[in-house]
């Protein structure tokens, strides 16, 4: 069986976050004890992903240092360097696909924490239903989305018709969701929305903890949560 891989995005540049970011990757911001990367990358090694793919640009040789330096999990590590210019989200998951292989890949924003797990996402990464192209984790509409992204249907497809939920920024994707793409910035939207019409666009409800560690805020409130929790 071929190994999991999965890509951790973490090329953002954190502008609602400054001056923190000025100097401080948000990926490495400290959220209870530990950066918010290292939460994600604990979910991805306990899914059973064997490669993780992690995309740089802002501050990114920080990153690069830091878990080259801290790297503890039983994974393969790769970078996908956009030091070039930032490729937005559907440019950097393109640039990087010869890393994550031919097969359904975890991904995971490097910028929002969530308690989701990831287990089950891993199981239909390697199970994948014929003409899928992508499974969206979606979420309840946070004060910052109070319109949401997406429909979930009976089916556990998706379209954009009825009332919303939010994406978390946690999917699964395959590669041919990117045929027909050119190398550059693109953003990952027009991919999603050109899969709903063709129906090959799924997802699932979590109810539990998720933030998009987007604001000084978000931030704040979920340092608390953990101060709380521990």
Sequence with gaps: ????????????????????????????????????????????????????????????????????????????????????GRLETGGGIFQALPLLGPEPFLLVNGDVWSDCPLGPLAALARNWPAGRLGHLVLVDNPPHNPAGDFSLRADGMLDRDRARLTYSGIAVLHPRLFAGCRPGAFPLLPCLLQA???????????????????????LQQLRGQFRTAH
């Design 1 to 84: 069986m071929p190994g999991l891989s999965a890509m951790l995005l973490a090329a953002g540049r954190g502008e609602r976050l400054r001056p923190l970011t000025d100097r401080c990757p948000k990926p490495l911001i400290d959220v209870g004890g530990l950066p918010l990367i290292e939460h994600a990358l604990d979910r991805l090694a306990a899914a059973g992903v064997s490669r993780c793919v992690v995309n740089l640009s802002w501050l990114g040789e920080q990153i690069r240092d830091h878990l080259s330096r801290h790297w503890r999990w039983d994974m393969q590590l790769q970078f996908s360097d956009e030091s070039g």
């Design 196 to 218: 709903i019409e063709a129906n090959a666009l799924s997802g699932e409800h979590y109810a539990g903890d998720w933030t998009d560690v987007g604001t000084p805020d978000r």
